[in-house]
């Protein structure tokens, strides 16, 4: 057995495609975003996101349309978009479905019920937020979820989690 410092399955660097490089250089904090009702509930993790100041307020991500996460955005119309610090590691990477979590990730943190959906207790940031298109457009192997923010909290920051050229990195401080 071998064990690589680089993932086995990746191309290298110079053969993937140059606007996946670029999005992956620019980096950001990891975002959480959950969705649910008595029918069920589901959360991933984004990283590709930006907030749009005005009045209203938006949120524009790009989520895979083929995760268990938009089809419950489809469904209730609504989600919780709170930011992840960095003690929630484990907890990102198992909504990203990159590590195991037996019985589903919700049963890795505490949750509370709010009328967005499930909002992980402790985050210091969070938004609720509405979908506003009824079928977000599709751009590559991703759609564009514009949706409007309708309650943002915000708690004194911890050490949030940064994610660029695919790997998290604390930030200096």
């Known amino acids: 057995m071998t064990i690589h410092s680089s993932h086995p399955f990746v191309p290298p660097e110079s053969e993937r495609e140059p606007a996946r490089r670029l999005r992956g250089r620019v980096g950001g904090v990891v975002s959480l975003w959950t969705a649910g009702d008595a029918r069920g509930r589901a959360g991933l993790t984004v990283s590709s996101l930006m907030v749009a100041a005005g009045e209203p307020a938006h949120i524009l991500a790009l989520l895979d349309p083929d995760s268990d ?3 419950t955005l489809l ?3 609504v989600a919780v978009v709170q930011l992840l610090d960095w003690e929630h590691q484990r907890l990102a990477d198992a909504f990203a479905g990159q590590f195991p979590a037996p019985g589903g990730p919700f049963r890795l943190a505490d949750w509370a019920d709010t009328p967005w959906g499930p909002h992980l207790v402790g985050a210091s940031t969070w938004a609720g937020v509405r979908l506003v298109d009824d079928e977000p457009a599709a751009y590559g192997w991703s759609v564009l ?5 309708e309650s943002v909290e915000i708690q004194p920051e911890g050490v949030p989690l940064v994610h660029r050229r695919g790997r998290y990195q604390k930030p200096p401080g």
């Open 75 to 77: 469904r209730t119309r």
């Open 145 to 149: 979820a514009d949706t409007v923010i």
């Open 69 to 71: 996460f938009y089809e």
